[in-house]
């Protein structure tokens, strides 16, 4: 019997896992559900629980990458297999314990310089973080079509710096104004996602009429991370 290669160990690329695994639960059904009734949702889990794995799985769906989703169940749906201009954010790697706000600049900074670089498009970069989110979505929405926004680990400078009070305060006031832009400009956007560990209801995303749909205890999407025991049962037969 031929050994199946499984994703063990924390595989958070969907198209490598497509490419180079044997194994994928799919959970494509769940996010057709979330972009066909939702604008913008937020989803809370622990870390190590499969949060980045489905940000990019929904960044490869947006992409319209559909080769990646053959015989998976969204490939069964009527899925407008449509690219989107996508925005990345991951704020899981920073270290912001030293160089708080500034480390923030930097990392808002460089992804968002990165992303107006990939889809070649003119931004004049200022100095503040939030204008130029705000200015990168309205020139990709202008140029090639609706955003999509993805910010996988947005509370982790808050959450390294619980217990630095003046640091955590900048960094939250910072934070309030870059996440207010999604809000702000949700009209050129077609869907955003967010992920975290825990929700701080002070970063903006959850106030207001148009705020993010937090499907965190929702039964309906309870398993959208992580491998239940029947699909462990399931999937992963006859390896277990």
């Known amino acids: 019997m031929t050994r199946r290669k499984l994703p063990i160990g924390g595989v958070q690329s969907f198209s490598e896992l497509r490419r180079d695994y044997d194994v994928y639960v799919d959970k ?11 604008k913008a949702v937020f989803l809370s889990r622990p870390r190590r629980f499969g949060k980045s794995l489905l940000c990019s799985t929904i960044e490869s769906l947006f992409r319209g990458q559909r080769e990646l989703f053959d015989n998976l169940a969204i ?5 407008e297999w449509k690219s989107h201009p996508i925005i990345y954010i991951d704020l899981g790697a ?7 706000v500034e480390q923030l600049y930097n990392d808002l900074d460089s992804q968002l310089r990165n992303c107006a670089a990939h889809y070649g498009v003119e931004v ?14 309205i020139e990709l929405s202008q140029k090639i079509g609706q955003v999509v926004v993805i910010v996988d680990e947005y509370d982790n400078p808050l959450l390294s710096t619980i217990d630095q009070g003046e640091v955590n305060e900048k ?4 934070l309030k104004g870059f996440y207010s832009i999604i809000k702000q400009n ?3 956007l077609r869907f955003a996602f967010i992920t975290g ?5 002070q970063v903006s995303l959850f106030s207001g009429m148009n705020q ?5 205890m929702m039964p309906v999407y309870c398993d959208i991370c992580g491998i239940t025991q029947a699909e462990l049962e399931n999937y992963f037969v006859p390896g277990i």
């Open 28 to 38: 494509t059904m769940h996010i057709y559900d979330l972009a066909s009734r939702y």
């Open 75 to 79: 490939s069964r749906a009527d899925w």
């Open 94 to 100: 920073g270290d912001y314990t030293k160089r708080g």
């Open 124 to 137: 004049a970069f200022g100095e503040y973080s939030s204008i130029n989110f705000r200015h990168l979505i």
């Open 171 to 174: 960094l939250r006031e910072e």
């Open 186 to 188: 949700d009209r050129y």
């Open 197 to 201: 560990v825990t929700k701080f209801a």
């Open 212 to 216: 993010a749909n937090d499907i965190s």
